[in-house]
């Protein structure tokens, strides 16, 4: 079992910044990828951006250029630097991330998600 514990949503005007981390904790795993999902009301959840262990990055086209995000492995963290805020980026930013189990005949992913954290860009 995996927990994901995020921080660092609030208020913050257009053009702002804001910076939000993700920390999993549990025992027995090994995480191969760490992501941002949001999700405005109304709206399906989107992908925001994700990073492998590797450090290769996706990114959501809406985002590109304005969202970087990073990951420590050694704290199995996963952080997502957000500049250049619109009110279109309003939404609750939840964390994700793929935790691999081996067992002696198999390997397994498993898809865990945090509870998620509101971001809300306004004047």
């Known amino acids: 079992q995996v927990q994901l514990v995020e921080s660092g949503g609030g208020l913050v005007q257009p053009g702002g910044s804001l910076r939000l981390s993700c920390a999993a904790s549990?025992?027995?795993?090994?995480?191969?990828?760490m992501g941002w999902y949001r999700q405005a009301p109304g709206n399906q959840r989107e992908l925001v951006a994700e990073?492998?262990?590797?450090?290769?990055?996706t990114y959501a086209t809406s985002v590109k250029g304005r969202f970087t995000i990073s990951r420590d492995n050694a704290k199995n963290t996963v952080y997502l630097q957000m500049n250049s805020l619109k009110p279109d980026d309003t939404a609750v930013y939840i964390c994700k991330c793929v935790a691999v189990q081996v067992y002696s005949d198999r390997t397994v992913n498993y898809n865990y998600w945090g509870q998620g954290t509101q971001v809300t860009v306004s004047s």
């Open positions: 990073v492998t262990s590797g450090g290769y990055t």
């Open positions: 549990g025992s027995d795993f090994s995480i191969s990828l």
